[in-house]
Each structure stands twice: as C-alpha cells, then as structure tokens.
C-alpha cells in the first residue's frame, strides 16, 4: 500500500514538472528573437550555433517536453547556418530543418496551433535544401542579379486546400507576390 502512494505521488509530482515550458529554452528563443529584430546587424552565426549545441543537450537530456518547447526548439534548429557552395546555397547541416520540421509537427499534433505554419516552413526548408523544391510555398531566396527575392520552386501537385490547412496563401496569390525562381533540375523523389 505504501509503495503504491510513493509511486501515486511520484507520477503527479512528474505530471506537473511535464507541464510547465522549459525556462532555459523560452531564455534562447528570446535572446535569438531579439537578434533578429530590427535591422539585423545582431545576428551572429556563432551564438547560432551555441544555441543549436543547447538545443540538442536539452534534447539529450530529455528536457523538452511540452507542445511549446518543441516549438522553440524547432525556431532555434531552423536558424542553422546557409552559406553558398559555388553558386548552389547549401546548409551547414539539413538534418537541423528535418528534425525542426518533426519537432514542429509533433508540437502541431499536440495541440499548439502556433505550430501549424512552423510545421509547413520547416518541411519545406528541408525539401528545398533536400530535393530542390518546397510542397508549401514558404521559402523565398534573394537573387542579387535579380535584386529581388523569389520563391523556392514549389509543388503544384500540393493543392491550395492543404496550403490553407498550414496558413499558406492559394499558389495563384503566391504568384502574385514573387516570380518562381528557377534552379538547375535536380533529382526529384
């Protein structure tokens, strides 16, 4: 009998640590939110980085819990460096938008709606960087040529119906905001 109320006590006491946000994480989303702010001139790629590194030992640590903490961890992963390789813009690491685009969904499924439109951007961050081409229509790149921002190719097998699912604009509007650039073709799965 006793045992059982230890154990009884012990499943409440870890019920509430499971419901509250993790106060490290909401610290670095404030800190990377406020470096991104204004003109930008605070952005700086190594507390990126440091921040990525917090991310995946909370992760390790099995210190990422609720809906929210998925989702800030998944702000911070989607904030992995992209530098250009010749003329082909590439990732430091694609792995980071795949495992913000799960971490997103799952925050999603959860029930944060917050995370719904997180959730169609970091996919299609990963699908860009992966297979050339986004389902949702989320990512713009800057051309300098051009001197103006395009739309990553996007997929018109994703109808407009699973665009306004994820907070997406109809392709046709999409169209209307920016021209889709066009990129070497590439292996398609």
């Not at 911070?76 to 685009?101: D, K, M, P, R, W």
């Amino acid at each position: 009998m006793t045992l059982s109320v230890l154990f009884a006590c012990q499943e409440k006491a870890e019920e509430k640590q499971i419901a509250s946000d993790n106060p490290k994480l909401i610290e670095l989303v404030k800190k990377d939110q406020e470096m991104r702010s204004g003109d930008m001139s605070g952005m700086n790629a190594g507390i990126d980085l440091e921040h990525r590194k917090q991310v995946f030992e909370m992760l390790a640590k099995g210190e990422i819990k609720t809906a929210k903490d998925k989702m800030n961890a998944a702000l911070i992963l989607q904030h992995t460096n992209l530098g250009y390789c010749g003329e082909e813009l590439i990732s430091e690491s694609v792995e980071n938008y795949y495992l913000a685009t799960l971490l997103s969904e799952q925050a999603f499924l959860e029930g944060l709606e917050d995370a719904r439109a997180m959730y169609a951007a970091n996919l299609d961050r990963y699908l860009w960087l992966t297979v050339g081409i986004q389902k949702y229509g989320t990512q713009k790149v800057y051309v300098e040529e051009a001197d103006d921002f395009y739309w990553v190719p996007i997929d018109t097998l994703t109808t407009d119906q699973e665009r306004i699912e994820f907070g997406i604009s109809p392709l046709k509007d999409l169209l209307e905001q920016a021209s889709m650039n066009s990129y070497p073709k590439q292996n398609l799965l």
